[in-house]
């Protein structure tokens, strides 16, 4: 008799397949500022940068699974705040799961939407 327990270890054990990314010109973010509880969207294009409020934000790259463009964002951000020489977040963010690698910040929540492929 297998047990339950047994079968989903079994079933996590086996190895996924890489999933295919493809890079998009820009994509989408989400800022709230906490203080003032104004949420604005920003799109950038890739290594582009753009101000809002205190914060200078870079989009290095937003991808997207192969074949599926609607499907789900990763967007790899720089944020610096308020000019300071190092960044305040550096690393890729995932629309499906913000808090996996969410920006630790006390004024400032940021999380990406989508990637835009046209």
């Known amino acids: 008799m297998i047990r339950p327990l047994a079968l989903v270890m079994a079933l996590f054990a086996m190895p996924v397949a890489a999933q295919q990314a493809t890079n998009a010109d820009g994509g989408e973010i989400r800022i709230l500022d906490k203080t003032t509880g104004v949420v604005?969207?920003?799109?950038?294009?890739?290594?582009?940068?753009?101000?809002?409020?205190?914060?200078?934000?870079t989009m290095e790259e937003c991808r997207f699974p192969s074949g599926n463009p609607s499907g789900d964002?990763?967007?790899?951000?720089?944020?610096?705040?308020?000019?300071?020489?190092?960044?305040?977040?550096?690393?890729?963010?995932?629309?499906?799961?913000?808090?996996?690698?969410?920006?630790?910040?006390p004024r400032y929540d940021v999380w990406a939407l989508r990637c835009n492929t046209s």
């Not at 610096?80 to 913000?98: E, H, K, T, V």
């Open 40 to 57: 604005s969207d920003l799109a950038l294009l890739a290594g582009e940068t753009k101000r809002l409020g205190l914060l200078e934000i």
């Open 73 to 105: 964002a990763y967007v790899l951000l720089t944020i610096f705040y308020r000019g300071l020489p190092d960044p305040a977040f550096r690393g890729w963010m995932i629309a499906s799961a913000p808090a996996i690698n969410a920006m630790d910040h």
